[in-house]
């Protein structure tokens, strides 16, 4: 029989937390593990933020959260939305693991982990969602036995309709900078893997640049068609 987590208030959860892996402050959240009955989960709770932050911009990052979560919920690689105890925090599953440049116990076997991560990221995108922040290496968790686990989804960027052009272009966008992340991680951890085709950041812009050049002139094409004789 599953844990029914659904019957605990925040201030319950906050009272069984064991470890707390990040002190909330600021606009940051309190993260910290809670342990019931030998069951494990994560409480990620925007209460823990300043008092003004947690009142007005918490409930949207809660909710921004929680909503890629559920639509990631078929993926193995993001945590399992368990419950919503109020509208700041949320629990999910727990997975044990390491941040990934702060590796301890755990030595992947880096060429499958960075196979497994770019297909983790396909699956996001497969799932409408870019998680958009990748490039901080305390997002990226490995497990004991080598597969990635991508957590913090609060900065993600859903895909929108196929008429929502400007949506779709960010997506794209946005995209390219999840891929872009795997390129800064193999850096730091096994830059023997770095490839030609690994995409940088300033392939991004350079892309960008050269989109935002194209309209330039057309818009100067354009004008020049309509305004001379
Ligand atoms: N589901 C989880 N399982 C295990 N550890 C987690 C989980 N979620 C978060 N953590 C740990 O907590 C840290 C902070 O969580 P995160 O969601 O990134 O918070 P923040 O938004 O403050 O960066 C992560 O870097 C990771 O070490
Ligand atoms: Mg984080």
Known sequence: MTFN???YTTTELRAHATTRFREGGGSRPDVMLVEIDG???VLKDQGGADKWF???IGPILNWRECKALTRLSELECVPELL??????AFLMSYHDSEQITKLKSNQPNWPEFFSDLKSAIDQLHQHGVAHNDLRNPTNTLVTPDGK???VDLVACFCRGQKWNLP?????NKFAQVDHSAITKLKTR???ELLEESDVTPEEIAGRIGMAAKELGQW????SRKLFTS
């Open 5 to 7: 987590w659904q019957e």
């Open 39 to 41: 069951h494990k989960a």
């Open 54 to 56: 947690a009142l007005l």
């Open 83 to 88: 419950s919503v105890p109020d509208s700041r």
């Open 148 to 150: 990635p686990i991508l």
């Open 167 to 171: 949506n779709r272009w960010l997506f």
């Open 189 to 191: 951890v096994a830059p």
């Open 219 to 222: 818009v100067r094409k354009v």
